[in-house]
């Protein structure tokens, strides 16, 4: 059977790319033998096309990001940069814990973050977190900074001095950024639970 | 009461006589409302600056400050004699509540900020700087602090009870400390429980508070102390004590911040707070009643009282930089004079 030079690109092209997907180690390479010529010179155009097969092998690694939904490991605290790091600092500073971090979607994935009042805050919490929103400025720079200190703001203009804080925050980063805020009175009603519970409670002191 | 007119020498008939009187009675009937309308403009003393009353020196004839619990609360409210209003207290202004002011009681505002007040942990001069953090202040001398977590702790000479120091050193201190370091079931969600909870000190042999005094005898305590402290001990003093006593004790970073002007100016000092002076001035107030707020509000703004030498500066409280306070002045113009 004789192959041209052009059918031969065409059939090893698709190889190339079957083979970068189940790429053996270099190690593995050099230890294995010649598999016979369709091998040799599916490897020889795989070397060929290698960095732009890199390179293609990320733009779809991209492209599937946009589709698949994303991975919570890439969003713990753990993984964030310094910065994001202090904006949580901030949070925590007026009293807003990170309680929940919702990762995932289809077509348009799906990342938010909720904050989550861990207490009620004080005068004190207050200018904590002021003082925090003066040191991230003289220390982080950008749109995200800016962002971030935008937010905190808000927390502590809505809750500070007023009737109401700021009980839960929702940050969304994906598909597109957007903020929610939840206000909540400082003085208000309890729930038909927790009055039970308390009334429990005064029962039982009464006994 | 006027006197009773001669006319072509005859003396005071019987109409002047009763015109005098009629005057004489209608001067005690509306003599409450005359008092009423009266210019000066009444001040307010936060309990947060109660301490610093004494320290704003008024004219003679200038109204007394009248102590309150919540002094821009008691400003903002309407009053019905349309009277301005000043108040003096120690923190942050908030937005809302300046508008909210604003809105209640009918009036404009203006809040100027007379200067700094800090808490300064410091050693006796020649020890080594240990470098200090809120929660480990709060691991080693609160009484909310699980014992035994502390690292060499050692010993700490706290301000006396209900002094400003005091307050900062709990409020600023303590609590950051607190709900910092435990977990946060164990901190009270309430604010004021929470507040009481983390800013006690420890009951142990650790702490020892200075006893109540004069600002003289408070220095006399800290001099006697730096003078026989074991190592690792640490005092919790006010900024004026510092200055009174530099070449005797050094300060300690708290936070990595050193407590110097600069850093308090910037507000990233953590144990400090302003000092405010906030004018509530009905939009109804007459051109007297401003006249008067102001030659009260220069009183409070000379250089006596909030200059580096002045009466402030005596309590503790740093001073702004010249150009600021010069600045706060033509605010306050500008201010009253607006329409």
Known sequence: MHLSRRSLNLLALPLACWLFAATPSAAQAEAEPSRGWLSDAATAVSNGFGSALDGASATLRTAWSFVLPEAPFDFVPERLGESDLAFIAMMQAAGLSLTEIEAGGGLLPDVRYRFVASREPSAADYARAARALTLHKSSYSGLRAIAHRRIVRTVLEAGEGGLYQVEMLEIAVRPWPSVRYVLAARERPIDVADRRLLEALRESQQR | ?339
Not at chain 2, 74 to 81: S, V
Not at chain 2, 185 to 202: D, I
Not at chain 2, 306 to 326: D, E, H, M, Q, W
């Open chain 2, 1 to 339: 009461m006027p006197p009773a007119t001669k006319v072509n020498g005859c003396r005071p008939g019987v109409i002047g006589r009763g015109v005098s009187a009629l005057a004489l009675a209608l001067g005690i009937a509306f003599a409450p409302t005359a008092q009423a309308f009266s210019p000066q403009p009444v001040l307010h003393l936060d309990a947060s600056a109660a301490a610093l009353g004494a320290a704003l020196a008024l004219p003679a004839d200038a109204p007394a400050w009248r102590a309150t619990p919540d002094a821009l609360a008691t400003a903002c409210t309407a009053e019905p004699d349309g009277a301005i209003r000043i108040a003096l207290l120690a923190g942050s202004v908030p937005r809302l509540r300046d508008a909210t002011c604003r809105r209640s009681a009918a009036a404009q505002t203006l809040v100027l900020t007379l200067g700094h007040e800090a808490l300064v942990f410091v050693v006796p001069s020649g020890r080594p700087m240990v470098p200090l953090d809120s929660v480990a202040v709060f691991r080693a001398f609160g009484a909310a602090a699980p014992r035994g977590t502390a690292a060499a702790a050692g010993t700490l000479l706290a301000p006396a009870a209900g002094t400003p120091s005091d307050a900062l050193l709990g409020a600023m201190v303590l609590e950051h400390g607190c709900v910092t370091a435990l977990p946060m079931g164990a901190v009270p969600h309430a604010a004021a429980a929470r507040s009481v909870f983390c800013a006690a000190l420890s009951e142990g042999n650790n702490v020892v508070r200075r006893r109540p005094g004069s600002a003289a005898e408070g220095v006399a305590q800290i001099r006697a102390w730096a003078a026989s402290a074991p190592a690792g001990a640490i005092a919790a003093i006010s900024l004026a004590e510092w200055i009174e006593l530099t070449g005797v004790v050094t300060p300690v970073p708290l936070d990595g911040v050193l407590p110097t002007a600069a850093n308090l100016a910037a507000g990233i000092y953590p144990a400090s707070r302003q000092i405010k002076l906030a004018f509530v001035v009905p939009r109804a107030a007459s051109q007297p009643a401003r006249n008067a707020a102001l030659d009260t509000g220069f009183a409070l703004l000379a250089e006596a009282v909030i200059g580096p030498l002045g009466t402030l500066a005596g309590r503790g409280v740093t001073s702004l930089p010249p150009a600021t306070r010069v600045d706060a002045r033509l605010r306050l113009v500008d201010f009253l004079e607006a329409p």
